[in-house]
């Protein structure tokens, strides 16, 4: 079990962060969420049923990471993630199947982060959540990362942030970027998908996720 009345991380200050958990089922949203508000280094934990209210939040409160499940959203998670991107682009998100059955490993469209199941406990999941926030690699060992259809971590964020309808020059001003850059990661997305433009890209993103 973990210790909620530890001291707060090496690099995470007393009451330094405010998180974002995105989860439909109530009973998982509830319960991690007041294992996370128990830690010393919590200052809130905002709560959302769905990416829209997590989209709400994320723009008013600025969350300092965000732990969204995606169990249901279909192997490519870009895409669900995109509006969540496109108001905290920086910001780390950790997936999440805790409400799901096990199931193969998962990235999202930024960190290629793993995702946390139900097979780890409390203090993996917690440890997993830290390392994003200080910007380690928190992949949970034993678990090989893989990338959604052979895009590069910079590519599957440029077309996360391209399903929003953004331009390159939003793009690359989200990544802090130039717009030559946006362009050349979008050619080769294109290639990848075996899309023509940005219209066909944003389909077959629609397309994988809904597979």
Known sequence: MSDLS?????GLAQGSVQALLVDPHPFARIGLGVVL???????????????D??????????????????????????????????????????????SAAPQPSRVDGLGRRQAITPEHSID????????ALLGDDHRVAGRPERSDHGLSVREQ???????????NRE????????????????????RKLGARNRTEAARRAAELSAA
Do not use: N
Not at 6 to 10: E, K, N, R, V
Not at 157 to 167: I, R, Y
């Open 53 to 98: 209210e997590a989209t709400r939040l994320a723009r008013r409160y600025r969350p300092d990471v965000a732990i969204v499940d995606v169990s249901e959203s279909g192997p490519f998670t870009s895409g669900y993630l995109a509006p969540l991107r496109t108001v905290r682009p920086t910001m780390p998100i950790v997936l999440s199947t805790l």
């Open 157 to 167: 964020e440029v077309l996360a942030l391209l399903c929003t309808g953004a331009t």
């Open 124 to 131: 993996e999941v917690l440890a997993v959540i830290r390392a």
């Open 6 to 10: 530890q001291s707060p991380p090496i």
């Open 171 to 190: 793009i690359a001003a989200a990544l802090h970027v130039g717009p030559e850059t946006v362009k050349k990661h979008a050619r080769s997305l294109y």
């Open 37 to 51: 508000h128990r830690q010393p280094w919590i200052a809130r934990c905002l709560l959302a049923a769905d990416i």
